[in-house]
């Protein structure tokens, strides 16, 4: 077959992904590289882990919007006492600001009350109660900070370490390093949902591989209707003639593969033989009703209804089957205005479910093995911003997030953030420390796990120095 011919041969091909089981037949004519492994089976690097891992998986909990600290878990007197007051121009002069650039600043004191909580006397707001029962379970990091101050490419620093798009998601870089545990379901996986004040919109280049092999890019699920878009066959598409036009072009590609090693050629074959595998996974995954009546209300879940509480859930079944990195994202946390009332829903409408995600996770003996992450891109100002009642602008000098999870130390706080939570000034948490405090919990030396791109050898943390956070490790 000529090339031109192939490529029109894959073109119409590639339109479909469903596929046929591909390791027996590759094995069958020898055209297996590794028999080993399965195709659909995408592999870590040779060496890692290179650490004691102490997690096998990640779920990250985003709070899209940025979420603010001081209305969840720092408090600070003198906000309070000076509520209403001019803010002082010693913090802010010469700081960027969002949308209050020029305006005159008002300092907004906490509006809602907060509690010690746990035996740790943790300090977490009653926006919040579900976490309130919780304290003992979290480690709270009360002196984040970030780089890039709109939302954009506030998450593509959070999600890639740099505000350059096209750069590989730590979920990418996280299975290209250690592989995926589940040959039934990708390494990686991103769901949504929305409730709260002006749901910023979420590309899905904020879960690519960038210049990783495609294969360790994220795979969107859906919490309702058709789970993954486009692995069920078309109408009218038997499994026979699947089978028969997939395995042309497994042996077409195989034959490629061989001759010229690019890996974008083994991504489309593990591609593939996940997206069949999926055809039988999926289903199995998404049917709930194998879930006791007293873990649906321990979430607040509906199944298929797209909410955060069942997107909750579907990560602990993730979990429990082999995804290496899951990936929650809440849209509706930007509360410019009406904070108090938005906060009431976005609260209403997480904090539970993230209660019993945890608690769950706990019960079944998962928790000491993953790492679960929440928070925002960034936090919320000091300052007053009132468009429909008082409101917050966007802010990356400091915030709060917070970790749980096996080799996390439970029930502490570790930071803080100065008199009014302007600016973080003790034990500071770059996010490229959070990705490397993530990595070495996975078992990696984050200042070797590169990848060779246009001559330099690319870091998930960057080039400036990223440190580990120890002091919250156990």
């Not at 969840?72 to 949308?99: H, V």
């Not at 990560?315 to 410019?336: K, S, T």
């Not at 993530?438 to 998930?460: A, E, K, V």
Request: proline share 7%; hydrophobic share 35%; net charge negative.
């Amino acid at each position: 077959m000529s090339d031109q011919n192939r490529r029109a041969f894959l073109g119409q091909a590639g339109l479909s992904l469903g596929a046929a089981s591909l390791s027996s037949l590759l094995a069958r004519d020898g055209l297996a590289a590794d028999a080993a492994t399965p195709i659909g089976l995408p592999p870590g690097r040779d060496g890692l882990p290179d650490l004691p891992a102490k997690v096998k998986r990640v779920i990250f909990l985003c709070m899209a919007g940025g979420p603010s600290h001081l209305e969840t878990f720092d408090y600070k007197e003198e906000l309070n006492r000076l509520d209403g007051q001019p803010m002082p121009s010693s913090f802010t002069q010469g700081q960027p600001i969002a949308q209050l650039a020029g305006q005159a600043l008002k300092v907004q004191g906490h509006l809602t009350k907060f509690q010690k909580c746990g035996q740790s006397g943790q300090t977490i707001s009653d926006f919040l109660p579900w976490h309130q029962k919780m304290a003992d379970d979290i480690c709270i990091m009360k002196s984040m900070v970030t780089e890039q101050i709109n939302h954009d490419p506030a998450h593509t620093f959070m999600n890639t370490g740099t505000a350059i798009s096209g750069r590989p998601s730590m979920g990418s870089w996280v299975t290209y390093g250690l592989g995926s545990q589940s040959d039934e379901l990708p390494g990686f996986v991103v769901m949504t949902s929305v409730g709260g004040r002006n749901p910023q919109p979420i590309a899905s280049r904020q879960w690519s591989s960038g210049f990783l092999p495609s294969q360790y890019q994220g795979v969107e699920f859906s919490g309702s209707g058709q789970p993954v878009h486009y692995v069920a066959p078309p109408p009218g598409v038997d499994v026979a003639g699947q089978r028969g036009l997939i395995d042309s072009i497994a042996a077409i590609n195989q034959s490629r593969l061989q001759q010229f090693p690019d890996p974008e050629i083994a991504a489309r074959l593990s591609a593939y033989e996940i997206a069949f595998k999926m055809q039988q996974s999926v289903p199995d995954l998404m049917d709930m009703s194998d879930e006791p009546q007293s873990v649906l209300d321990m979430y607040g879940a509906k199944p298929g209804d797209g909410s955060y509480a069942s997107n909750c859930l579907l990560a602990r079944r993730l979990a429990e089957r082999g995804v290496r990195f899951i990936q929650l994202y809440h849209r509706g946390w930007d509360h410019h205005g009406g904070l108090v009332k938005y906060m009431d829903i976005c609260s209403g409408l997480t904090d539970r479910p993230t209660y019993a995600l945890i608690q769950d996770l706990k019960q079944r003996g998962m928790l000491e093995d993953t790492l679960v992450i929440w928070g925002g891109e960034f936090g919320r100002t000091p300052m007053f911003q009132g468009k429909g009642g008082a409101g917050r602008d966007h802010h990356i000098k400091g915030f709060s997030m917070w970790m749980a999870g096996g080799g996390v130390k439970p029930g502490i706080s570790y930071g803080g953030t100065d008199e009014l939570g302007y600016s973080a000034v003790e034990d500071v948490v770059h996010v490229r420390d959070l990705h490397a405090t993530m990595l070495h919990l996975l078992g990696i030396r984050p200042d070797r796990f590169s990848y060779p791109f246009q001559g330099l050898d690319m870091r998930l943390t960057g080039v400036e120095p990223a440190r580990v956070l120890h002091d919250v490790l156990t």
